[in-house]
């Protein structure tokens, strides 16, 4: 299969969630679940809007200028730090948050779009009823965010830590497609947690960094491998992931050739600090065809 910008650009694509500041020592970049989202739809060629909110302190509007984006505007911006002890899992804090965003929020222009991608990136989007504001044909979720709290504090700000209970299923009605990471089930730590996501959702994608991904559907699941690259930040992998992943299911393409194409955009993604590797995203297309299903 041949790829093209032109196979996506009938495309219309919606992300919902906080675009953030995420700290890299110094250096503040615009990060979070959305805008990962957002940047894979726009890059790989699809038709790209954007729901946040961000603070008055916000610096990256620029970075939003590739997108319909609209911003809700008040309070802080959300910004957080990532810190990847070796051969431990990731640490997150949080330090600041912006406003929650309600399905009432959304404009009637970025209704009806081909995809909707849900990705909050810690609590932002609880209220329930994203699928049916948004009318969209795929309606896809990143459930990272819908997982997370702010805990005790740590360095400025709080430690992010899981939900002390169990997600509220309304929050997963009608949704396609969701993604989630073995970190999350583990930082859930409860065994009945993704077979409870199994049982509610149609397709459930479960991401494990280098060790690649699992597709649970209709009962039965399958393995993919990666696509061999150096990864210098995985920040986002997750995000990019789910992002190419939906665009497959918005062409009608089988969840299989779906998924390969989510772990072709994520490879690309993990070769720089933060989204700097954006702009690369077109060698998704060169990528695709050398993701190989391990089981079946």
């Known amino acids: 299969m041949k790829l093209s910008t032109r196979d996506f650009a009938g495309l219309r694509t919606l992300s919902v969630g906080h675009v953030t500041?995420?700290?890299?020592?110094?250096?503040?970049?615009?990060?979070?679940?959305a805008y990962y989202g957002a940047q894979t739809f726009?890059?790989?060629?699809?038709?790209?809007?954007?729901?946040?909110?961000?603070?008055?302190?916000?610096?990256?509007?620029?970075?939003?200028?590739?997108f319909e984006t609209h911003v809700l505007k008040g309070g802080n911006t959300t910004v957080f730090s990532n810190i990847y002890p070796p051969g431990e899992p990731r640490l997150q804090i949080v330090e600041t948050q912006a406003p929650s965003i309600a399905p009432a929020q959304l404009p009637a222009k970025f209704r009806g779009a081909d995809v909707l991608f849900v990705a909050p990136v810690m609590g932002e989007l609880m209220e329930p009823g994203w699928v049916a504001a948004a009318n969209a044909r795929i309606a896809c979720a990143g459930l990272?965010?819908?997982?997370?709290?702010?805990?005790?504090?740590?360095?400025?700000?709080?430690?992010?830590?899981?939900?002390?209970?169990?997600?509220?299923?309304?929050?997963?009605?009608?949704?396609?497609?969701?993604?989630?990471?073995?970190?999350?089930?583990?930082?859930?730590?409860?065994?009945?947690?993704?077979?409870?996501?199994?049982?509610?959702?149609?397709?459930?994608?479960?991401?494990?960094?280098?060790?690649?991904?699992?597709i649970y559907e209709g009962g039965s699941s399958f393995r993919l491998g990666v696509f061999p690259s150096n990864t210098v930040d995985p920040t986002g992998a997750g995000d990019t992931f789910a992002a190419g992943m939906s665009l497959g299911l918005g062409l009608g393409w089988s969840t299989l050739d779906a998924a390969r194409l989510g772990t072709?955009?994520?490879?690309?993604?993990?070769?720089?600090?933060?989204?700097?590797?954006?702009?690369?995203?077109?060698?998704?297309?060169?990528?695709?065809?050398?993701?190989?299903?391990?089981n079946h």
């Open 144 to 214: 990272q965010g819908f997982l997370k709290i702010g805990a005790e504090p740590l360095g400025g700000g709080r430690r992010v830590r899981a939900l002390p209970e169990m997600i509220d299923p309304a929050l997963l009605h009608g949704f396609d497609a969701v993604f989630l990471s073995e970190e999350d089930v583990a930082m859930v730590g409860m065994p009945e947690f993704l077979d409870q996501i199994i049982s509610s959702v149609p397709i459930v994608a479960v991401t494990d960094g280098e060790n690649g991904c699992t």
């Open 264 to 294: 072709a955009a994520a490879s690309v993604i993990v070769e720089g600090w933060g989204a700097q590797t954006a702009s690369d995203l077109k060698q998704t297309f060169e990528r695709f065809a050398d993701i190989a299903i391990q």
């Open 42 to 66: 726009h890059q790989l060629g699809a038709q790209t809007q954007l729901l946040t909110a961000v603070g008055d302190d916000f610096l990256a509007y620029e970075a939003l200028a590739l």
């Open 21 to 33: 500041h995420d700290r890299y020592g110094e250096q503040i970049v615009p990060g979070g679940c």
